[in-house]
Each structure stands twice: as C-alpha cells, then as structure tokens.
C-alpha cells in the first residue's frame, strides 16, 4: 500500500515536453522552409538566416545578462526561433543590418520588456518584422525583390515586383501558374514562396500536436472564400482567384507558424475560430484595399494577438451545471 497515494503541489498533470523540446521541434519544422529558401535563393539566403538567428541569441544572452544577472548562451531555443521566423519574412536582397535590426527589437522589445517568453502579447518575429517595414520599407515592400534562380548559388537580384504588388501585381501573377506558386518559383521573402515546404514542416507540428486545425483552418478558409468572393477573379476566374490568395505571400507561413503561437493566440477552441477568421479578414482588408502594403499578415496577426485576452475571456466553456445568475 505504499506510495498510493502522493499529494504535491500543481501541476498535477505533468507532461515530459519542455519548452526546450516544443522549441526544437518548431525548428525541425522550419527547417524544410529554410532549405527550400536557400535553393530558390542562394547563399544571400543563407546568409541572411545566419545573421538573424545569431542576431536572436546575441540579443537574448545581453537581456538576459542585464535583467536577470544570467549569462545563457542558447538558453531554451525561443531566440534561435525567433530570429529563424524573422529572416524568413524578409527577402534575400536586405543588406545585412536589416535582420540584425530586426532580431534585436524582436528579443529585446516584444519579448523581454513584456517580461519575457510566456508573458509576451505580441509574437516577437512579427513585431520585428512589423518595426522593419515601418522604418525601411523600401528594403521590405519596395519594388526590388530577388527573384528565384533554382539550385543556383546567387538569386536574381533585379527589379522584380511580387504577384501582390498593388501595381504590377496582376501581370506578374497571370505569369505564373499554379504549381510555381505552390513549388514557389517566384519572387518574395525568403519563408512566402514554397507553398510545399511549408506544409511539410507544418506537419510535423500537427503530428507532435503543436498546433490544430480551427487557427489555421479558418485563417485560409476566410483568405480562401473573400479571395474568391472580392478578388474580381482576375487569376483565371474566382476559385482561382482565392486560391491564389491563400499560395501567394506570406498567408501560409502565418497560418501556420505564426498565428498559432501558444503563447499569443487564444486557448479556447471557439476562440482560435475567431482568431483565425478575424486574421484573415484583416489580412485580405489590407491585400484588397491598401496602396501602401501589399501583404496584410504582419499587421492582421499582430492586431488579432491584441485582442486574444478578450476573445478568451469572452468564450470560456461554462462549466457543467452553471447556471445564469
């Protein structure tokens, strides 16, 4: 009869992941991304993942050092994700202080100064993305963008528009079909070309139960359907057209990396419904009805990561037997 019974204190229900391990998985399922980007682009690729990553860890050892007397090397994994998400919202062609940049307000403002991993509101790798775009936009949203040279060591650094461009968005993508997007043999960042390669590592996540379907379901549901329903069907009629919306840019690398962040996004199953469609409408907002940005997944997440407290607070399950007051 001995050890029937062990009282402790919480949890009580214990899990053998850690944040060590979500984090390395994360990174396994970024990896094929990081790869197809490399073949699309070349070594500025490469280079550019290296910087941002080391930029990350660099950035979080000296937070650390400040804030918590604590010299941490690697740590938990979370700034080598961060900056690995980073460089994969921007395009080869950025000169080299722009992921440093980026990787530094990620870790130092949306991440430390809220208090670190677990009580940050916004997801970091958005944020820095979202301080580039608003203070360089030319190097982000200009009308440079490297255009993929397959297996070739060097991308096609010339004046490339991408098929979202307000301007010359349409001619480029009647240009392409839609195995190119979905391959990703088309200009853009580094992590928004390959439809395939993304799905691939967001299956591994789905398979080690890191995410589930109603954030990113509803996401592309919703790109999918206002695509169809609002984008004239310009792209070879309207299916075409919403399907073109939901390959082109950075909607899947967002539905799927970004938007289901843990700690950023809502915990109730109700709530990820409407976190999902509330990204996509606002992201489709900005694709449709903005001259400034031709991509609205920055901005659409980032809104939705405000309101999460409210939409979890607002759809708590009742509990069994609850009644009114």
């Given at each position: 009869?001995?050890n029937?019974l062990?009282?402790s204190?919480?949890?009580?229900?214990r899990?053998?992941?850690t944040?060590?391990?979500?984090?390395?998985?994360?990174?396994?399922?970024?990896?094929?991304v990081?790869?197809?980007?490399?073949?699309?682009?070349?070594?500025?690729?490469?280079?550019?993942?290296?910087?941002?990553?080391?930029?990350?860890?660099?950035?979080?050892?000296?937070?650390?050092?400040?804030?918590?007397?604590?010299?941490?090397?690697?740590?938990?994994?979370?700034?080598?994700?961060?900056?690995?998400l980073?460089a994969?919202?921007?395009?080869?062609?950025?000169?080299?202080?722009?992921?440093?940049?980026?990787?530094?307000?990620?870790?130092?403002i949306?991440?430390?100064?809220?208090g670190?991993?677990?009580?940050?509101i916004?997801?970091?790798?958005l944020?820095?993305?979202a301080?580039l775009?608003?203070?360089?936009?030319?190097?982000?949203?200009?009308?440079?963008?490297?255009g993929?040279?397959?297996?070739?060591?060097?991308?096609?650094?010339?004046?490339?528009?991408t098929p979202?461009d307000?301007?010359?968005?349409?001619?480029i993508?009647?240009e392409l079909?839609?195995?190119?997007?979905?391959?990703?043999?088309?200009?853009g960042?580094?992590g928004?070309?390959s439809a395939?390669a993304?799905?691939?590592?967001?299956?591994w996540?789905?398979?080690?139960?890191?995410?589930?379907?109603?954030?990113?379901?509803?996401?592309?549901?919703?790109?999918?359907?206002?695509?169809a329903?609002?984008?004239?069907g310009?792209?070879h009629?309207?299916l075409?057209t919403?399907l073109?919306h939901?390959?082109?840019?950075?909607?899947?690398?967002?539905?799927?990396?970004?938007?289901?962040?843990?700690?950023?996004?809502?915990?109730t199953?109700l709530?990820r419904l409407?976190?999902?469609v509330g990204?996509?409408?606002?992201?489709?907002?900005?694709?449709?009805?903005?001259d400034?940005?031709?991509?609205?997944?920055?901005?659409?997440?980032?809104?939705m990561?405000?309101?999460?407290?409210i939409?979890?607070?607002?759809?708590?399950?009742?509990?069994?037997?609850?009644v009114k007051?």
């Open positions: 009869m001995n029937k062990v009282v204190s919480s949890p009580h229900i899990s053998p992941e944040i060590s391990s979500v984090m390395l998985d994360v990174i396994v399922a970024l990896f094929p990081a790869l197809a980007s490399v073949l699309l682009f070349g070594y500025n690729a490469l280079i550019v993942i290296l910087v941002a990553v080391a930029a990350a860890m660099i950035a979080e050892t000296a937070m650390q050092a400040v804030m918590y007397r604590k010299l941490v090397l690697v740590g938990d994994g979370s700034a080598a994700v961060t900056g690995l980073l994969l919202t921007l395009p080869a062609s950025v000169p080299w202080w722009i992921p440093v940049v980026g990787s530094a307000c990620a870790i130092i949306a991440k430390h100064l809220f670190g991993l677990g009580n940050n916004f997801n970091p790798a944020v820095g993305r301080i775009t608003l203070s360089w936009g030319t190097y982000m949203v200009g009308s440079v963008w490297p993929p040279r397959p297996f070739e060591p060097t991308a096609d650094l010339t004046t490339k528009a979202l307000p301007m010359e968005g349409q001619e993508a009647m079909n839609l195995s190119e997007l979905f391959l990703g043999n088309m200009a960042s580094l928004e070309t395939l993304i799905l691939i590592g967001a299956f996540l789905f398979y080690k139960g890191h995410i589930d379907w109603r954030i990113p379901g509803s996401y592309l549901a919703t790109v999918f359907v206002l695509g329903a609002l984008g004239e310009f792209y009629g309207f075409s919403g073109f939901v390959l082109a840019g950075g909607v899947l690398l967002g539905a799927l990396f970004m938007a289901t962040d843990l700690v950023t996004s809502p915990v199953p709530g409407i976190f999902g990204c996509g409408v606002i992201t489709m907002a900005i694709r449709l009805f903005s400034v940005y031709p991509e609205g997944v920055t901005f659409a997440i980032l809104l990561n405000a309101v999460t407290p939409i979890d607070k607002a759809t708590v399950p009742k509990k069994f037997g609850e007051k």
